[in-house]
T-cell receptor
Framework: GQQVMQIPQYQHVQEGEDFTTYCNSSTTLSNIQWYKQRPGGHPVFLIQLVKSGEVKKQKRLTFQFGEAKKNSSLHITATQTTDVGTYFCAAAGTTGGFKTIFGAGTRLFVKA | KAGVTQTPRYLIKTRGQQVTLSCSPISGHRSVSWYQQTPGQGLQFLFEYFSETQRNKGNFPGRFSGRQFSNSRSEMNVSTLELGDSALYLC?????????????FGPGTRLTVL
């Protein structure tokens, strides 16, 4: 069945450093979404990627969808303390009922 | 537009009891999904309802059930509670099925089983 692996599980960075989290699927995806969950909060939608090789930017955040539509990444440039939280990818497959499967998440810690 | 609401926000139950959680989606949204979140397991998909029909189901035992009403409100029931059911239960709504649309999450119900 569809599996989604997200790495790393944790990342500690100094404020101002860059951060990247990766999401990999065993099967081809129809789309991938990214969510951010602040400590004590609930997941909040960031972006959806649909096209092969798609790249989208939101200020300091860059999202990429792989050419084969099996992997994706979220890159944050010059992290800030407001970036702390857990970043989840949510992948929708092309088979098996089109379930959306969440990755395990990457928890980002930013030290000022 | 009001967001997704979940009731109750906190719940304490004992083993063997049953519990019903409620989720009211954003007005106009027809899809409601339920997730279990625990520190060690992340976000685990329970089920998705779209226009009162269960569209997808995760790998949870039959003790976990749900339903959706004609006004799109959804309830989730867990029978014969176990200690391992302690978790944050999140529901999310979307206009279209979740595989194609943004999910808006509610604040969650924190269930503690003693």
């Amino acid at each position: 069945g569809q599996q989604v692996m997200q790495i790393p599980q944790y990342q500690h960075v100094q404020e101002g450093e860059d951060f990247t989290t990766y999401c990999n699927s065993s099967t081809t995806l129809s789309n991938i979404q990214w969510y951010k969950q602040r400590p004590g909060g609930h997941p909040v939608f960031l972006i959806q990627l649909v096209k092969s090789g798609e790249v989208k930017k939101q200020k300091r955040l860059t999202f990429q969808f792989g050419e084969a539509k099996k992997n994706s990444s979220l890159h944050i440039t010059a992290t800030q303390t407001t970036d702390v939280g857990t970043y989840f990818c949510a992948a929708a497959g092309t088979t098996g009922g089109f379930k959306t499967i969440f990755g395990a998440g990457t928890r980002l810690f930013v030290k000022a | 537009k009001a967001g997704v609401t979940q009731t109750p926000r906190y719940l304490i139950k004992t083993r063997g009891q049953q519990v019903t959680l409620s989720c009211s989606p954003i007005s106009g949204h027809r899809s409601v999904s339920w997730y279990q979140q625990t520190p060690g397991q992340g976000l685990q998909f329970l089920f998705e309802y779209f226009s009162e029909t269960q569209r997808n189901k995760g790998n949870f035992p039959g003790r976990f059930s749900g339903r959706q009403f004609s006004n799109s409100r959804s309830e989730m029931n867990v029978s014969t509670l176990e200690l391992g059911d302690s978790a944050l239960y999140l529901c999310a709504s979307s206009f279209l099925p979740t595989s194609t649309d943004t999910q808006y999450f509610g604040p969650g119900t924190r269930l503690t089983v003693l």
